[in-house]
Structures are given as C-alpha cells and as structure tokens.
C-alpha cells in the first residue's frame, strides 16, 4: 500500500495542473478541487490507519534512500496529513460556499483553485518529506501559495501586510537554505534517516550551530517569540478562508519540522532549555498581545501566537509525555484555531465588520452562530472537557514529570496563559455576543453552504474529545517512536545501508 | 429496575439530554416545561434515595469506564454517602427550584429556552461532580459548573452588571480552578494515580504533596467563595433569583465544601491544612456575616450569609475530627435546604412588591403571611433554633469542637472563637433579613396593598417543602446520625460524634443559648451597629484588588505589546538576523574553532569574480536609484554562475545566466511603473544599526562556511550517482538525471512553485479576471489609444494606412510594429528578432532534448523560450507579444504541470514507484534506434511550466502594464522616467 504516500501530494498538483487549463470554467474547477481535496482525505486516513502497524516509505522514482527523496509516512506524518486534509477540505467547501455566495463567479479569480492546490499539495509534502532539502521545497510550495492567496483581490491593506509576510517568510527561507548547505557540507548527506545517523557522530560544535540555524528558520515560520510579530500584522488582513487555512496549517508546519528535526536529527535535546525559555515568552507575550486587541482577527492571530508557545513547551521537554502532549495539541489547535477564524468570516458576514466595538448582540440574532463560536473559543480556553483542555492537561503532566525548575515554571506559565485566554476569549464573546450592537446590524442571513463546514469543523473539533482515548494513545505512539528514532531510520534504510529503491541493483554489474 | 452502575451514567445523560432538549421543549410548552425538566434532576434524588440502605452498608454503586488511559483518565463514578447526600441536595433542590422556575418567570419573558437548557446543563455538571471518583474528572465537572453558572449569572445580556458579575465568576472560579489542577497534575504524578478513592486512603506526602494540597484548597476556596476569593459570590446575585437559590443553596460554591470533605480524610491532619482551613474559613466566618449586617438587598445580605456560612462548612468538614465532620455534614443538608428557602421566599418577595432593598419594604407579613412563616422557619433553622435542622447540626458542631478532635488544641480554641464569633453575627444577620423583608417599619410607609402580588402555589410550595424540611429532618437527628456517620467516621482522628435534638443541660447548650442572646442584642442595636459600619471601611476590599488587576494587565499588555508589535518590517527582519548573529553565531564563536588553514582552490579568477561580486553588492545597497540597484543586482547574479563555471557545473551557470537575464528583463519592466529613485532613505542612526546588522551577519555566515566543513566525516551519498544515473536512469548529464529523476519529486514541487508565482503576479496585475484582453494586432485600432511610449495619441494615426499592410505579411519584419509609435520602432531591433527569434526557439528544443546527456534539460529550455517571447515583446510591443503566443499561459502552466505530475502517477498505476523512469530502446522507420526514457516526458512538463510562467510574466508586467499605462494616460515606456520628469505615480502604489 506504498503506492498511497505520494498521492497527498502528486493529486492536488495534477489537479492544480488541471484546474489551470479550466481557468475559464469555473464549475470545473471547483468539481476538481473537492474531488482532489477528498481523494487526499481518503488516502490520508488510509494512511492513519497503516502507519499505525509501521512507518510506509516510499523512494520516489526507485532511487534507494539516501540518494533519491524518501517519503516517509510514519504516524506523526499521517495524523498532520489527515487532520489537514479534513480541515483543508472544510476551508474549501466554505470558500466555494463564500464565492457563490458573492456571486463572484469570475473573480476572486480563476488562480485560486490551483494557487489552494499547491498549498495543500505543500503542506503535505513538508509532513511526508524524508529529506531535508525536499522539506525545503514543500516549505516553497505553501509559501509561494500563501503569499498569492494573502493578496487576493490586491486591496492596500492586502499588499502592504502580505508584504510584511512575504520578506519575512523569504528571509526564513534564506536561513533554512544556509542551513541546508552547511548541513550537506558537515555530513554529505540530506536524507533525514540517514542524517540521524551522521548527525551524531560529528563535533558536537558545528552539530549544535546546524541545529540553531534550523531552529531559526523553522521558529520563523511557527512563529515563535521574538521572531512572531509578522503573523499578527499579516494575516488578519487576508479573506476569512484563507487566514483560517494559514492559522490552523501553516504555523504548524513550522512546528511539525521542529518537531521532526529535534527529535529525529538532534536527539541530544540540547537546546532544549533555550526551546523552553522562548516557549514561555511566546506563550506570554502572545496572549498579553491579544488582551489588548479590539479586531476579533487579530486577537485570534494573538492567541495562535501564544498558543504556538504551549506546542515548543511540549517539544522542549524531549519526553514521550512531553511529545505526545504536542502531538495532540497540535491537532487540537489546527481544527479549532481553523474553526474559529472561519466563524470569524461568519462573524464578519453577519456583522459586516469583526471590529469588537462595532459588533454586538449576536447571540440574540443568531444563536447558531454562537454556538459555532462558544464551544470551540472554550476549546481554545482550554475549558474542559474540550479537546484544548486534554492537550493541556497533558502538558502539564509532562511538565510535571520533568520536574525541573525550568519546566514547573512553565507549567505555572501554561496555566497563567489558559487563564488569559479565557480572559481574552470572554472579553470577545461579551463584546460581539453579548452586549447590545452600538448600531444596528445590517440584515442579513448566512448561506448555509457556509455555515455547514463550518459547523463540520467545530464538530470535528468536539470529536477530538469524544475519540480522545484512541487518539491520544495514537499521538503516544507516535512520540514513542520519534524518540526512538528506529522505526523511522530503518524503515527507511530497509536494506541495511541502502532503501527500497531498485536503483542500486540496475547499478550493479555497469562499469562507474 | 436498572442496573444500579449504569443508572447514574443514564442520570448523566438524561441531563445533557433534557438539557439540549430544552429549548425545543420550552417553545412547545411554554414555561410549563421547567415542570418536564424537573423531573431529570428529580429522579436523580429519587435514585439516590433509593440506594440509600446500599450506601449506608458501604456498598453504594460503583462505575469505572477508560476514556483517555495515556493520560490516566477514566471515568470513575461511585455514590458513597458524601456524594449519596450531594446527589440528595443537588437533584432535590434542583428539582424544586425549577417548579419554581416554572411559576417565577413571566410567560412573556424571553430567552426561557437558553435558560433551561443552561439550568439542567449546570445540575447535570453538579451530579457528576460529585459522584466522580477521579480527580481530572472531577475537575472536568467543576469546569462545567463555571461554565453553566457563567451563562446563568449573565442571563439579562442586556444589563452591564449581570455581564460583568459573569465574567467575574468565571475568572475567579477558573483561576482557583487552574491552580487546583496544577495541585492535581502534582498529587497525580505523586501517588500514581487520579483515583480519588486510592489517593485518600494512601496520600502522597512530602512537600510536593502538600504544594498539592495547599493548591486544591486553593482552587476549593475560590469555588465556595472563600474569603479572600468572595467576591464573586456577591455580584453573582444579578443572575435570576432561581439561579441564586441553587448556587448558594447546593451547586457550585458546595463543589469546594464537597471538595474539602472529600479530601479531609486523608490530608487533615498535615499542618498546611489545617492552618489554610482556619485562615479561609474563620475569616469567611466573621467577614461574611459582619458584611451581611451592612447589606440593604436581601439578596446580598443572604449571599454574604453564605459566604459566611460556607467558612463554617469548611471548617467543620476540614477541622479533622469525626465528630465535627458529622456535624459539618448534617449542615451542610441543613444549609441547603435553608438557604434554598430563603432564596425562593426573597424572590418572592421581590416579584410581589417589585423591591429587595429592605429599606423600602414595610409591613410585608401581613400581604404574605403564609411567606413570611416560611422565611421564618428557614431563617429559625440557619440561625439555630431549635429544633431545627441547624440547630442540631450546630449543636454537635459545639460538642465536637469543645471536646476537641486528634487536632492540636490551639486549633481547637481558634475554631471554638470563629465559631461562636460567626454565630453570634448569623443571628444577628438572620433576624435582620426576617426583619428587613416583612416585618413593619415605623419609619417606612406600606407598600400599596394593590401592588402586591399574591404568589401562586407553584412559587411557594418549592420554598415550604425546604423550609419545613429543615424542622422534619431534625425530628429524626436518630436517621440523620445513621445515614452521614459513615463517612465522617472514614475521618482519621476523633471520637465519632452524634446528632441529637436534645442534648440536655451541657455546656454546649449553654454557649448556644449565650450565642443567640448576644445575636440578639446585636439585632437589638442594629442602627448603632450600621452606623459603625458605615463609618469602618475594611482595609482590604477584595473587588477592588480585582477590578485594579484587571486594568493594570490591560495597561502592562499594551505596553509590552507595543514594545515588540512594532509594524515594521525592518525590525522583524532585523530580529530574525540578530537571531541568526546571536544564536548559531553564539554557538559557533563559543563551541567550535576555525581550520588550521583555509585553502583557496579556486585561485585567482575565484578571486577575481568574489571581488567583483562584493564590489556590486556594496554599490547596490549604497544606490539611490533603482535601475542602477537591480542592474548591480544583475551583476552579483552572473558573478555566481561564474563560481559555478569555474567549480566545473555548466549546467548550473547556464541556468543561472538565464535566470540572471529574466530577472534583470521582469525588474525593468515593473521599474516602469516605480519612482525612478528609492524613496525614504532612513534616518543615519538606523543606517548605522543596519549596516551592522548586514556585517554581523555576513561575518557570521561566512565563519559557518569556513568552520562547518572540517565536520565531514563520510563521503558524500552523491558518490554513488553517477552510476545509477546512467544505469537506472539512463543519462549521462548527471545535473540532468538528478533534476529529472533522482529528485523529481523536488523538481516536481519546484515546478508547481513557478506556477503559484505566475498565478500571482497575474492576479495581482489582472485584478479581476486574468482571462482578458490578449489582443492581436488585427485587432489594433490606431489612435484609439496614446500611443506608447509618448503621453498623447498618435497625431500621425492616419497617415500611416492602417488598412494596407493587412494580410501583407511580407512587407513586414515584426506585424506588432506598427501599433508602436513610430518613434520607439527600430527596424534593426525588429530584424535582428525576426532572424532569432525561430533560432532561438529551435535552440531551446534542441536543449530540451538533449538535456540528459549533454548540459541543458527542460529548464534551460524553458527559459530560453522565454527569452525569446521577451525579445519579440521589446521589439514589437503587447500586440506581437500575443501574435507570437497567442496561447493562454494559464494553458501551458496548467497543462505543465499535469504532464510532470501525470508522468509521476502513470508509475504507481503500472505497479513501479512514483515518477519512477523507465527506458525504451525502439527503432522507429526512418529514424533509426530511439533511446526513449520516460523521464523525458516529465522535462517537457518543466518546459512548458518556464515557457508558461514568462509568458505570464510578460503579459502581466509587460503587455498587461502596457495596457493600463495607455488607459491611464501615464507614460509608460522603457525610458520614460530618464526623459522626463517622473510623473507622481508613487501615491498610486
């Protein structure tokens, strides 16, 4: 069943391919995107459930890890895959939904099918990647995707904050590629298992300066303190479905590569206690910004700033508790951060606006809607007995076993920033929910096209409670088996020094 | 009868049940449907009093389901007499006052659906708080409790007051509650486990254990209202009164009391304990009675009572000793009943006269005798008359308390003063509620008769059956004693204690006989007392420390957050380059060393080229204008694939010359529409800091390139290569079969980015659909449009016989030429595209081709078809752009991109592995021997991916730029800028 790895990725390319060449039908197009979108679901829970007996490696083109690209699908990779698939294909249903809506059947023009392909097809690939340069593709994928869709439409605000986004992503990205080089210069080698193995063996020295050059590059794009004041300038600005796409994804897959590198590459944890110090600070200075906001879109930009914190903490205790917390709360953060800024866009329709002293009384005129917005803004909140509540408890758990000063401080951290969240989070629902509009509301109705993914992603959030057993025993799997690191290096390297690929065979016998 | 294990989880889900159900039931029936919704809560006491001889054997019902085992949490239920007598109170009270609900709330009131649902949301929280036998569990249902009461509190949306009282008591209880769950998290990485029953019979000690537990007493005093954690209680009046009734009276603020009963037998006798117990609730004690005494609305006089009555349970059910434990049990039945009552008859009697403030109600008794016997039983028993429910529990209280438990005696003594000092004020407090509500002031006028609303029977029988269930269950102290004594005598220390109506002539009696008489003679003097009062504010008000928090973190947040949201660009980048500095540069300066000698292989030209380089960097930052910037740009650029040339990788340079010269063409061609110099130069302070930045980082990267090589331990995995890739696949140009096959999978995702890129500068330029306006130049219409190059229409339009050249394509070099002014055309420009142009292209296949033995591949290709499109744009204008394509790009990229990833899928359905290679030899007639290699098929897909993404680029920046230059009227040529003054196009960028 190797064959179904690629497809998360390959699909929504051919069908960023195919949906170009349809540019001037856009019901075609839209029939591709869900079909692809849905196929991906498919292959990705598929994937959940094999990956569960071992990881899935495939060496594309047949050339034998570690000289072509490896994907390897082990369960970290399918639980992202899937969760992403689900939440991608909500966001696109709400979209489609939004675009009829407005009636715009030509614009928001005919590039964003494919340009929301690419994306997909981008985070996929950071989450299979078994190789450090083909990770950098991926990155490029969902950068370059993301940056044509937080300018759609081209308005001012767009430009000037997607440019704040662009320059800071590209500077990332410089970083990442440094770090590429000097990692193939240091250890010959860019395949992922087989760096596991080399990593090691070289001087600590020059292993540590490759594991901060990494660090930074992928803090940037998770956002982690002091490298996460772009997010709130950039994102709010961008179409309600997009900044849900990029809040619930793209920090992630900064995080998802934190999460790989540290334990995959750089075992040795040593800069663990540098990940925890700025996991506090991001945790707390994120959530001290959104206290302060008045735009609903930029206090959720906050929290995800803050939140992201709560993910590093998980990381930085290096503990399979620690990890599995992670895990899981990565997955939780994804559907309800997602969730959340798609109800914003609803918030925005039903509003027209998501400025909090302009909004009011909404839960009189529309009960759904916050319900929509209640349970997964308590999830957020870390309210029991949601998903966000699950994910903290773990944390603290681990936090706890640590039993370091560094960790019971953030602990107590954690549990300060749950409260401010909820501060925060009461102060929004008072505000737009609650208390009576200073003006009227204009009157209007929501199209159900659009509250329906809506409410599938929020129930996909309630879910996340609901199967928590087996999920949670799944994300302690996979942080078991990041810390061992040989399920995934020799799956990998299936024959010895050498992968699946046949290309060493066909090479035998032929003169060099 | 069901199972007894499964019919509390069916209780449980009765509740979430009726609960949704709610609002539906209530738009079908009306209020009557609280008279439906009682039953659920209802039938949750019946249960209970059915399991009563089970319970009291020790053999109540017990349940365990696994939920989240990697995180030991199960859901564990069992009904012991502590939580038998919580079920009690919490489904009792909860069904009585919703059949008040049903009478109080006007039939016209709105939002009754929400209300209800919330209502049984909130019991349904509290039933399975106290029956969970798991500590995250348990705090799973206190969460709920916050939650629901939140929504409670706040029912009148509309009202300031009832919000910010909400969002008082979900900050508060969820701030104890969080460092409650931190003491959990600590007791459960101690002992083990969550199991409450597990740790309580084995606690954890040392002084993590007792962190833990001061912490759960912590978050258990701010549930129950526990000075200095009170507040809350008091502004939470502004719910509805029902909501009020059974948060004092059995859910809620009983979670912490329950909480402390629960852990009492295990932890009472640590030090820390016992002092957070007398602390909390002595003060509790005094403070909530002596502020009661000040209060002029009944209700808060009544919720200071409680805040006042819960440091009493706290007391008696954490002090240690069993006898007090017994005691504190039979109050903490006698107090939910009593002060359930009280609430209702206050409501009451605020529905009846339209006021709660007891200085504007007069003579009440008379309107509502019937009430006001009620509110006298309820206030008898909380004061402690006997023979009341109160009275006996306050009786073994005393008893227990003068005896002393196992506790040391100095906490005895200071529990005894509490006590007797909290008395005396309940006294006092409840005559003046009794007092305030119905008895006949001098100094106040009667309320009209007229006004006053006689209560149905629905209203008062809720408040009766309390009321006089505080003197039936006193009748039988014998039952009482049986039922609650097993659990108190699950505490550690003490003789267990005993409930008795009459005690006879002890000292006990005595004492409670002096309390009564001194609350009296308080009462007595009441005016002095608020007088007094009046003139002593306390020290410390606890609101006010609330309200102050609130703001200073508001004010410190905006601080902070300004420090770091900075909006700047400019700063962002240079946090992330001080990072790269600091960090790995850090690491690097501290935890390395450079070689002992660095060689420079590359020689002089290596050398030569690095120089030229620097030098065009250092010019390009200190550049005015932009043309120049990007030109020097160019420079670094060709420099790079000198290096490359000179490192032996021609496949590399090539490609890199002809990204190089795209570049420079796509920059020229956006520099049109730019102000010709760049505008703001930043402020000499911020040059310096950037110029340093630029150098700390330069030095920084280039000790990584010096120092990290020495590192390299093995030999590349590149060595292997270049034997598979002729043997596997089937090219001896290794750069090739590497970009083709090897990592296609890169290729593949690089391809897909060249597309996301055209996409964007195409929607970003074509605003509104990318589909339009891609004229020929048969469609040209000379004069319609200032012609480009110059700011005015053509003046020479008519002289130059549009209608002639036509179909004559010979007399020709280039057809666009002639829709360019006359002055931009240059025939040798036009020639020499003519002769190239077909070379160029012919170049490109050629290239495309031969790509996987020789230098080249479907990139170079591509680029070079570019190249060529550009060339025919610059010669010829917009109109021979799209004679010379007149393809759609969306077409070739979106066709591209299908070639490449359908060469990777077509694999997987023949059984290989993705974008796998496979190598044909055929003999094809007239050709001769054919080496196919399907790779090939994946190049042609980059090919016309590049091809595609400079058509775009070019139609986008070029024509489409072009295009609204002429509509516009602004200037838009090449040059424009150097000849003539630059038109203000800056404030429409």
Known sequence: MTWLVPLPVILPLAGAGLALTMSRHPRAQRVISVVVLTLVLVAAVSLLGLADRGPLVVDVGGWAAPVGISLVSDRLAALMLSVSAAVTLCVLLYSLAQGLADGDEEAPVAIYHPTYLVLVAGVANTFLSGDLFNLYVGFEMLLLASFVLITLGGTAARIRSGSIYVVVAIASSLVFVVAIALTYSATGTLNLAHLAQRLPEIDPGIALVLQLLLLIAFSVKAAVFPMSAWLPDSYPTAPAPVTAVFAGLLTKVG??????????LFAEGRADELLMTAALITMLVGILGAVVQNDVKRLLSFTLVSHVGYMIFGISLSSQAGLAAAIFYVIHHITVQTSLFLVVGLIER???????????????????????????????????????????????????????????????????????TLYVIIKAWNQAFVQDAPDDLPDTTLPRGMVGPTAALVALGLTLTFLAGPLYAYADRAASDLLAQSPYVDSVFSRGDRGVGESPEAAEGTPP | MLCSKSTLLVLLLAHAAAALGAPTLVSWLGRRAFLVLALVPGSAAAWALGQTAAVTSGEGPTMTLSWIPALGIDLAFRLDTLSWLMVLLVGGVGALVLVYCSAYFSPASGNLGRFAAFFVGFAGAMLGLVTSDNLVQLYVFWELTTVFSYLLIGHYTTRKSSRRAATKAILVTTAGGLVMLIGIVLIGDLSGTYSITDIVAAPPTGPVAVTAVVLLLVGAASKSALVPLHFWLPA??????????????????????????????????LEAWQLMILVLGGFSLVMGGYQALRQHDLKLLLAYGTVSQLGLLAILLGAGSRATAL?????????????????????????????????????????????????????????????????????????????????P????????????????LTVAYGLRLWWGAFATKATIPEIEPVRVIRPPLLLLAPAALLAVGGLAVAVLPGLGDQVLSPYANTYPAGEPGHLTLWPGLTPALVISLGMLAAGVGLFAIRDRVERWQATHQGPLDADNVYRRTLR????????????????????????????????PGGAMALGTSLPDRISLRGGVPQLLVGALVVVATILTVRSRRR????????????????????YGAPDLALDQVLVETITLVVFVLVLRRLPAYFSNRPLAADRWVRLGIGIAVAVTVAGFAMVVPQARLEPPVSAALPQEAVAFGGGSNVVNVILVDVRAWDTMGEISVLVAAATGIASLTFLRSRTRDSRRPRDHVPGELPVLGLGDPDPMAPLRRPGTSSGSRSQEWLRGGRTLAPQRRSVVFEVTTRMLYHTMLVFAIWLLFSGHNAPGGGFAAGLITGLALAVRYLAGGRYELAEAAPLHPGLLLGSGLFLATGSGLIPILLGG???????????????????LITSTFFDIGVYLVVVGLMLDVLRSLGAEIDRQGEATGHDSDLVGPALEPAPPLRDRL
Do not use: C
């Open chain 2, 409 to 424: 005696a100095w906490l005895d003594i200071a529990l005894l003063v509490a006590f007797v000092a909290g008395s005396v």
């Open chain 2, 913 to 931: 592995e993705v974008l796998q290679t496979a190598i044909f030899d055929l003999t094809v007639p007239l050709i001769g021997e054919v080496h």
């Open chain 2, 236 to 269: 939470a009046m502004a719910a509805p009164t029902p909501v009020s009734a059974y948060l004092h009276a059995a859910a809620m603020v009983k979670a912490g009391i329950y909480l402390v009963a629960r852990l009492a037998p295990g932890y009472a006798g």
């Open chain 1, 255 to 264: 995080i998802y590569a934190i999460l790989r590198t540290q334990t995959l």
């Open chain 1, 350 to 420: 039903r509003g027209g606006t998501t400025s909090l002293i302009r909004l009011g009384g909404l839960a009189r005129v529309a009960p759904l809607l916050a319900i929509l917005f209640f349970v997964p803004a308590m999830s957020l909140a870390g309210i029991p007995p949601f998903s966000g509540f699950l994910g903290k408890l773990g944390l603290l758990q681990a936090g706890v076993a640590d039993g370091s000063l560094l960790a019971i401080v953030l602990v107590i951290g954690g549990v300060a920033v749950s409260l401010l």
């Open chain 2, 627 to 646: 043309l120049k910037a990007v030109i020097l740009t160019g420079i670094t650029g060709y420099g790079t694939a000198m290096l490359f040339f000179l």
């Open chain 2, 327 to 407: 005691a504190g049990l039979a109050l903490l039945g006698a107090h939910a009943m009593f002060k359930a009552s009280l609430f209702l008859v206050v409501g009451l009697v605020d529905a009846a006269t339209g006021t709660r403030d007891l200085r504007n109600l007069s003579a009440i008794w008379r309107r509502l005798p019937v009430t006001a016997v009620m509110a006298a039983l309820a206030m008898a028993s909380m004061i402690g008359l006997p023979p009341f429910a109160g009275f006996v529990a306050k009786e073994a209280a005393l008893e227990s308390l003068l005896h002393g438990g196992a506790s």
């Open chain 2, 552 to 583: 200073g973190l508001d004010l410190f947040a905006a601080d902070l957050t300004s420090l770091f949201q900075r909006g700047s660009l400019p700063f962002y980048l240079g946090i992330v380059l001080l990072m790269v500095v600091i960090l």
